[in-house]
Every structure is written in C-alpha cells, then in structure tokens.
C-alpha cells in the first residue's frame, strides 16, 4: 500500500490518487540473480505501485534501475537524450 510521495525528500503522504501521478512498475524478485527459474520454478516479475505528489509530480519522475531500485530522477535530465548531454560536456 502506498504510504508516502516516492520521492525520499518529500514528506508528503498519500491521502488521493488526484493529487500527483501514480507509476506502475515491473520488478523482478530480491535475489533473482538474474536468472528466469530458481529450480523448477519461474521467477515472475512483481508489480508495485509508486506515487509522487503534485509538488514532485512537475519536477520529477521515476526511474527504475535493477540495481538501485526506484530512482527519482528530474525531468530535464529525463527529457534529454543521452548523446545530447554528452555532446555538450563535450564541448562539441
């Protein structure tokens, strides 16, 4: 159940889906090690429902990393694509 904005700065809590964006997302298991069977049985992606509140909603969204988890991640650096940013640290 969503408790909190999935934003680890923000305070606020979930009180209605009106208020901010809801995100759905498609994990695999903790210690999957990345393999699709453990013995005879599949491994079968969970889902889980992330939430960021209005405030948060227009700076940011979310990003997921098989690693790290759910990043929360701005929206001019989502928005950018990678080989533009890098061209202008470049200095191209």
Known sequence: MLQKCANPSCTALFRSLRDGKLFLAE???Q???HHPFDGARRKLPRRE???LCAA???HFTLCFDAERGMLTVPLTDRMAPR???RAA???Y
Do not use: D
Request: glycine fraction near 12%; charge should be negative.
């Open 27 to 29: 994990t695999l298991p």
């Open 31 to 33: 210690n999957s090690n």
């Open 49 to 51: 429902h992330f939430w």
């Open 56 to 58: 948060c909603s227009t």
């Open 83 to 85: 080989f533009l940013i």
């Open 89 to 91: 640290g470049e200095g």
